[in-house]
């Protein structure tokens, strides 16, 4: 159990520094009002979960400890939900509401596509 734990935790701790780096390099390219660096990260996220569940049902190549520690720890630490959820207030907050629709839409409809795009990405090759 704390070894499971410990791999969770570890894959958590790249994931957020992965966020944290790939949030500064998109925003520091695209310094606008709209929260793009946290809807590129979360769709990134989506769509890296849905290989690695794609990937793991086809082939027994990584253990269930591997398995958990790039789905739970990496996957888990680099999305950003709560992230996108506290934007989604501020943008409320702020009355963008045309912003607010547009990332909420595309959060939740291309995160399902990204998810999608992987799954079938892996399916395809083999």
Do not use: D
């Amino acid at each position: 159990m704390y070894k499971l734990a410990l791999l969770v935790g570890l894959g958590g701790f790249l994931g957020t520094i992965a966020r944290f780096l790939s949030h500064q390099l998109v925003v520091r390219f695209y310094p606008v009002i709209f929260p793009i660096g946290t809807l590129a990260i979360n769709l990134t996220g989506c769509f890296l979960i849905g290989v690695c569940y794609s990937w793991f049902e086809k082939s027994q190549v990584l253990s269930p400890e591997w398995r958990l520690f790039l789905t739970t720890g990496f996957c888990g630490g680099f999305t950003t939900f709560s992230a996108f959820t506290f934007e989604s207030l501020l943008l409320m907050q702020h009355r963008e509401y045309f912003y607010l629709s547009i990332y909420v839409a595309v959060s939740v409809l291309g995160g399902i596509a990204a998810t999608y795009l992987g799954i079938w990405l892996i399916r395809a090759i083999g």
